[in-house]
């Protein structure tokens, strides 16, 4: 899928032959750049700034839903917890701003909830879901400096635990 210099291209690898296909293009020529991406029952997920899209490997198609994104964001940390997706942190367009926000998206119902806010501020952050609990890692903080440190958002308790990180 797209990146910076975005052309709303889509294109799928195949490891086994070493090659890549043309697939259906982004609908309405949206250009994502730094937007992660996730995967719930065979569909992948997209959010631009406001936009939630899905596309179906399977037949091709893509789909954009109706709610709009409550904070409008790029370079976000992304999981799935329970077969909702959360989007992490991030920063405001165009202003780099980092962010301290979770939202929490349920694509069979199509709607948009707000949970626990991170501890930190922080953009550029990777994450990643294991078992029950998302990791948020590295990223940068409102003073663009490089974080060490970890945190994990458990979903039943809706709550965030800090790690640091020691290099040895």
Known sequence: MSGIGATGINEEYNPATDTW??????PNGIEI??????????????????????????????NRYLSEKPTMRSRYGIGVL??????????????GIPLDVNEEYDPATDAWTT??????????????????????????D????YLGTNEEFTFEQDTYRYYIHRKN
């Open 82 to 95: 329970n077969d909702h997706i959360y989007i992490i942190g991030g920063s405001v367009p165009a202003v």
């Open 115 to 140: 949970v626990s806010q991170m501890p930190s501020f922080r953009t550029g952050c990777g994450a990643a879901t294991i078992g029950n609990k998302i990791y948020v890692i590295g990223g940068r």
């Open 21 to 26: 296909t043309t697939k259906a293009p982004m």
């Open 33 to 62: 750049a730094d937007l992660p991406a996730t995967v719930v029952h065979g569909f992948i997920y997209i959010f631009d700034y406001y936009e939630t899209y899905s596309y179906s490997p399977l037949t091709d198609t893509w």
């Open 142 to 145: 409102p003073w663009w400096t």
